[in-house]
């Protein structure tokens, strides 16, 4: 979502024959220069606590965990944090 100053992700997903290719990493690049070049100050999104290679990813770009939603995926006993960064 684009919701000026910010941008919400809601999803990022890369096909599970094309992972470990380096395109999470591209869709990561593409959005920060999107949110850069329209003067964007701030990227937030959700995360289930417990995968792994998105928390990865995230904190690759910057993204810290600014709190959580306890119980979020009732269905998966799982939580989800809000991530943000700040765009430079």
């Known amino acids: 979502w684009l919701l000026p100053p910010e941008i919400h992700i809601t999803n990022i997903a890369v096909d599970p024959e094309c992972r470990y290719q380096g395109l999470g990493s591209r869709l990561m690049e593409y959005v920060m220069d ?6 964007i100050k701030q990227v937030t999104l959700e995360v289930r606590h417990n995968n792994l290679a998105a928390l990865a990813l995230y904190r690759k770009f910057g993204f810290e965990v ?10 998966e006993k799982a939580h989800a944090l809000i991530m943000s960064r700040t765009v430079r």
Not at 66 to 75: I, T
């Open 34 to 39: 999107l949110a850069y070049e329209l003067r």
């Open 66 to 75: 600014k709190g959580m939603r306890k119980n979020y995926y009732a269905s």
